[in-house]
Each structure stands twice: as C-alpha cells, then as structure tokens.
C-alpha cells in the first residue's frame, strides 16, 4: 500500500465517520425548542433554527396544541434563533399566511440568518406584528427595551423576578407597565363593568385560589397583551 493510497483511505474513514456525528448533533438540536400553551389561550412556538424541519415541526406543534385547546393567537419566538435555509422561510410562512388568528413574531439581537428573514416576510405579508429589542436586524413593530442580562435571563425563565435596579429604573418611565400582571388588566376589558354596576350587583364572595404565574418577560408580555386584548374584541364582535 502506497503512502498516497493510505493517505486517501484515511480521508475517506474519516469522512465516513463524520457524517453520524452530525446526524447525531441534528437530532438532539431541533429546529423547534419549545411548543406549548400560555395563560390558557396563546400558542407558543420558540425556534431554534430555521431549517428544512421547521416548517413540519410547526405544524405538527400546532395540530397538537390545537387539538385540546382553543386558540387566541400565536407567538412565534425568534429570539436568539439562527438558519440558513431559505426553502423553509418560504415553507414557514406559508403556514401562518394562511391562519385567521393573530401572530406575535418575537426578535432580538440574536436573531439571525434566516430567522431575520422569516420575521421580515411575515411581516410584510401582514400576517403578524413584530415585538423586540430595537438592536434587532429586524426593525420591530413595537419595541420594548431591556438589558441584556435581563433578556437572557426571561428567555430562560419568563416568569424569573426582573433584577431589583432594573424595576427601580423601570419605574419611572412607561416601561414599567410590562411588570404589571396583564392577565388582571384583560380580565377588567372583558368584564365591561359600567359605572356603579359593580355596587348594584355585587359579586358574591369565594374563596381565593391559588394565584397563577405572570409572565414578566417584558417583550412576551406586552405580545400576549395584544393576543388578549384582539381575542375580547372578536367575542365582543363575531
């Protein structure tokens, strides 16, 4: 065996040995990282990765969380989400172009390739509103400021208790507002209660329960307040 043909048969099990590896790290990485229900009605979807899977993970993630659960709208979660794989973009879209239910598109500075892509075209086919970080590639529909540390911190953990100087600075400004327990706030539009009602008919008292969790991430707050507030107007107006 000659040095050059060892040195190719060495290249080739190399390469041969490369290509689990990578199916491997595929598998365990997917392009969606988190589907589930938030405060009863709003679909969160958080993605990874902008590739050939996302566009049948999102529909089998939808199919499921559709299937008990009746659906007010839909987060799609961007932040910190990479891709390069334009197929999909267009395959991604396509899902939500579709749907009558509103879409929130959450982004940041770490949204990036075809991530940046897929906000943008959503967004310029109106099938939904960007919210996010003014760093963001992708210039957001409605901006919500925080420091870095905080958004690592509520992409984590959305209902982490925000960092003591951070409420403090916060609460001077229109910016404290997302710290406010937004379920409380759409749970008095839906009531409607008019003037002295509330002393004509008083509620008969119950017993408290236990209080659910709020959501103090300050850009998937102020999305879920918009999910909310669209859902009462359409009750209010089928």
Known sequence: MTRHFFGLFVLALAGSLATPILLHADLTDPA?????????????????????????????????????????????????????????????????????????????????????????TLRESRAGLVFGSVLAAVKPDISIEETPSDEKKFFEDPYAAPATNTAAALAGTNDFLPWVDHTSEADLVRAKIKDGDEFENPAPPHAAGPQPPVIRDPVLARALDLLKGLAIIREAHP
């Open 32 to 120: 969606l990282a988190k589907s589930e229900i938030l405060e009863g009605n709003a679909a969160y979807l958080r993605v990874s990765h902008v590739t050939a899977g996302l566009p049948g993970d999102i529909s089998a993630a939808y199919q499921a969380l559709t299937a008990t659960n009746k659906i007010a709208g839909t987060v799609l979660d961007l932040r910190f989400a990479d891709g390069d794989d334009a197929a999909a973009v267009t395959a991604a879209a396509n899902l939500f172009a579709g749907k009558q239910l509103p879409l929130a598109i959450l982004v940041n500075g770490g949204t990036r390739g075809t991530a940046v892509t897929l906000a943008t």
